[in-house]
């Protein structure tokens, strides 16, 4: 149990196009999603965390308007970087949780594969 | 203040042999939970083993087990028996129970397993 899946695993696009990427939560509702962006040889950075039906919360120095994050149903989850710039390539990966943040949540964190996004 | 420190950039292992991952925390909040995660070359983050700050006991998973000691906050990773697919990057992450509960990560330390 506790499969998450991410897509595409690899993609390369011309500066100022668009990307999405997709998080599923393979068998498990996952109220909260988390996307994270991580350097090569550095480690995860949070971006943001979203939480089914509501507005993602983004973390200091993430811009929302480059970064959107729709968390559509309780098992898919997506991020749209917009006007993709060369520094913005990275390894992004996502997380679910079976249970919404908060005091009591003591829910494990279950990561995607990773996506590995190159902007030319 | 960092919220997680692994000192260890890289540690050597010999296949069989045990090894321990050090990770040190800091947090005022008195509920919190402790992960350590694998992250092979594939880039996947593979979860390994989780310790509650109220736990009693030290976590165990196998050939993992976590050595949990809260007053000096520390959650060093123990692998038993190492193999030769132990070799990855190993982050150590910590959760405060409060808001969206989300993890802060280490800066991770990258095992290598030897024949």
């Known amino acids: 149990g506790a499969v998450v899946s991410q897509h595409p695993s690899r993609v390369i696009c011309k500066s100022g196009t668009s990307v999405k990427i997709e998080c599923r939560s393979l068998?498990?509702?996952?109220?909260?999603m988390f996307w994270y962006r991580q350097f090569p040889k550095q480690s995860l950075m949070l971006m943001a965390t979203s939480n089914e039906g509501s507005k993602a919360t983004y973390e200091q120095g993430v811009e929302k308007d480059k970064f959107l994050i729709n968390h559509a149903s309780l098992t898919l989850s997506t991020l749209t970087v917009t006007s993709a710039h060369p520094e913005d390539s990275s390894f992004y990966i996502c997380s679910a949780s079976r249970l919404a943040g908060g005091p009591s949540s003591t829910d494990t964190q279950y990561f995607g594969p990773g996506t590995r996004l190159t902007v030319l | 203040a960092q919220k997680i420190t692994q000192t260890q950039p890289g540690m050597f292992v010999q296949e069989k042999e045990a090894v321990t991952l050090d990770c040190t925390y800091d947090t005022s909040d008195p509920s919190y939970g402790l992960f350590w995660y694998k992250q092979p070359s594939s880039g996947e983050m593979i979860f390994l083993i989780y310790q509650g700050s109220y736990d009693q006991q030290n976590a165990t998973e196998g050939r993992y087990s976590l050595n949990f000691q809260k007053a000096r906050k520390s959650a060093n990773l123990v692998i038993s028996a190492s193999q030769l697919g132990d070799s990855a990057m190993y982050f150590c992450a910590m959760r405060e129970v409060g808001g969206y509960s989300t993890l802060t990560f280490g800066k991770g330390t990258m095992l290598l397993v030897s024949p």
């Open positions: 068998d498990f509702q996952a109220t909260t």
